[in-house]
């Protein structure tokens, strides 16, 4: 089931990164979003009750997306987020108890890193895929730079990610990118314009796929 997760994200290349504002809100967020296109959906743990909205993405949308708990900041969430329902686990930094937890779930994760050091330590402590975070701080630029040493190492950037790079990270050699605020702009979802939502995820969709075909 690992394998072949990481392989659905690698397909996919998007991850849609939601701080989610309420329950209900978030599940017609992660709706639109569907609806243009993106599959690939990680909750943070800053989204109010995100366990529970996690069960009931699960129960609404099951196989039809590949879901995910981010901003794992404590050891004992990797077993609850699993148990909600994740199937892939992310964190926004390293640190060993966390990325012990993190790995001992089984599940594909995503470890934050920032540094060449940190990018180094997460993988070694099994990190399958290094998130490098804040990506709004780096550019493509220096995702191009972390593999001259680290090839054999996936890197994937949040933070950043909007229409306008997100061909200049692929082309730099991006396992996959996380967006989230503008790919899913909280603004809209509160005022209803769901609508727009797919609109823009329609347009992330189609970037990815271009960029992947340079």
């Known amino acids: 089931m690992k ?18 504002p309420a329950v209900d809100l978030t599940l017609d967020m992660v709706g639109a979003l569907v609806a243009g ?12 009750n995100a366990a529970e909205v996690l069960r009931r993405l699960d129960a609404r949308f099951g196989d039809e997306i590949v ?14 987020a699993r148990e909600a329902g994740a199937r892939f686990l992310v964190s926004p930094m390293y640190d060993p108890g ?19 050091r940190e990018v180094f330590q997460a993988y070694e402590a099994g990190s399958d895929v290094v998130k ?20 054999h190492i996936p890197l994937m950037p ?21 967006a ?11 005022a209803g314009r769901f ?4 609109a823009i995820a329609e347009q992330f969709v189609q970037a990815v796929r271009v960029a992947r075909s340079k």
């Open 158 to 178: 949040t933070g950043g990610v909007n229409l306008d790079n997100i061909g200049d990270w692929f082309a730099s050699g991006a396992f996959a990118v996380g």
């Open 67 to 80: 879901l995910g708990m981010g901003t794992l900041t404590r050891p004992q969430q990797a077993a609850e």
């Open 98 to 116: 966390l990325a012990s937890a993190m790995v001992a779930s089984g599940l594909p994760v995503m470890i934050g890193a920032l540094t060449p």
């Open 132 to 151: 490098i975070f804040p990506g709004s701080l780096t550019g493509p630029g220096y995702l191009k730079a972390l593999h001259g040493p680290f090839p």
């Open 180 to 190: 989230g605020g503008n790919l899913c702009p909280a603004h809209l979802a509160k």
């Open 3 to 20: 394998e072949g997760t990481l392989e659905q994200i690698k397909e996919l290349g998007l991850l849609a990164v939601l701080r989610g």
């Open 195 to 198: 609508d727009e939502i797919s």
């Open 37 to 48: 296109g993106v599959t690939g959906i990680e909750i943070t743990y800053t989204t109010p």
